[in-house]
């Protein structure tokens, strides 16, 4: 049991730290295209404490990822990664409000469908 803890655990704090950098990047404005903007973006990027955190997470998923190769082996584990794909999508539709196309809600279902099958 807790190795699906471990997965979820995993999928939260990767799913967090995507949405959070979408959040931050979205109010810093587009990338510019010179190296001098550039790279200002990037030193304004990676000095956030929002975008920080981001890395903070995925280096604690990290962790957990780890946690949950000790109890399950990759091919049976790895698949269930993809619902952060879902998690994901949802939840960029509720918070950005992101348009949640039919031809996204078909790609959910069938990473659903595809995870039942390589969970069995």
């Known amino acids: 049991m807790m190795g699906y803890v471990y997965i979820l655990i995993?999928?939260?704090l990767t799913?967090?730290?995507?949405?959070?950098?979408?959040?931050?990047?979205?109010q810093f404005g587009p990338f510019p295209t010179g190296f001098s903007g550039q790279l200002q973006y990037f030193i304004h990027a990676l000095t956030d404490i929002y975008i920080l955190s981001s890395f903070f997470a995925a280096f604690l998923a990290s962790l957990t990822w780890i946690a949950t190769l000790t109890k399950f082996n990759l091919s049976y584990a790895y698949p269930f990664m993809?619902?952060?794909f879902i998690l994901v999508l949802f939840l960029s539709y509720y918070i950005f409000n992101e348009p949640l196309k039919?031809?996204?809600?078909?790609?959910?279902?069938?990473?659903?469908?595809?995870?039942?099958?390589?969970?069995r």
């Open 10 to 12: 995993t999928l939260i």
């Open 15 to 26: 799913s967090y730290g995507q949405l959070v950098l979408k959040w931050r990047l979205n």
């Open 82 to 84: 993809s619902l952060s």
């Open 102 to 119: 039919l031809t996204g809600i078909a790609g959910a279902l069938l990473i659903i469908a595809g995870l039942y099958t390589a969970s």
